[in-house]
């Protein structure tokens, strides 16, 4: 089976991001085509890119980046579950895509997003600028989650956004298992 990475984007203190992505990490394990893992960017605590040689080279001096190469080495799929900062992709999600390069290379992402009334969606079109850059397919089949805070529920601290971002996710899971098998020969 494929390995899905399901990653936390946010790693700021109070950050809501871990409810999002334990929903949707439940749900890809429900969907149960790929081997899904849930991979923290607040656990992996990456400093600000600190690396003297381009990781295109992959000789990585530090024993964080080591690390982090190992974990991304072993996917076949992404699903980075993000905000958008001032229209944008958090810092620490740019510092973790900056950090490697191959590791990166011939595999598909896609995206849930949350935020206010744009659920995070312009934060995901500059993402996707980046992650071309490191020879990455980004979906267009995405969850996005307007005025996502609705959906969570403080009692049992959960978030669950209802039938149709599931069935949103349902559609990215099954394109990107579509594009990680058709992708994965070209890193052979
Ligand atoms: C620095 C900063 C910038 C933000 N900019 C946006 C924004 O551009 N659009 C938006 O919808 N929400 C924005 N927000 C609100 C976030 O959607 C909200 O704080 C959300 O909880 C952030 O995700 P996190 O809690 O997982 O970090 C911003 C929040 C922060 C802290």
Redesign the pocket.
Known sequence: MLNLQVIV??T?P?????L?AAWFYGYAREHGKFDAELVDLAAVALPLYDEPKHPRFGQYEHAHTQAWSAIVDRADAFVFVT??????P?PSLVNALDYLSREWAYKPVGFVS???????T??VQVTKQIVTALKMMPIPEAVAIPF??QYIDRDSDTFDPGEVQAKAGGVMLDELLKWATALKPLRS
């Open positions: 984007a946010s700021r109070g950050r809501l991001g871990p999002v905000p958008e900062y001032n229209f944008s958090p949350y935020g206010g009334v744009s659920g995070g312009r934060g996502f805070q």
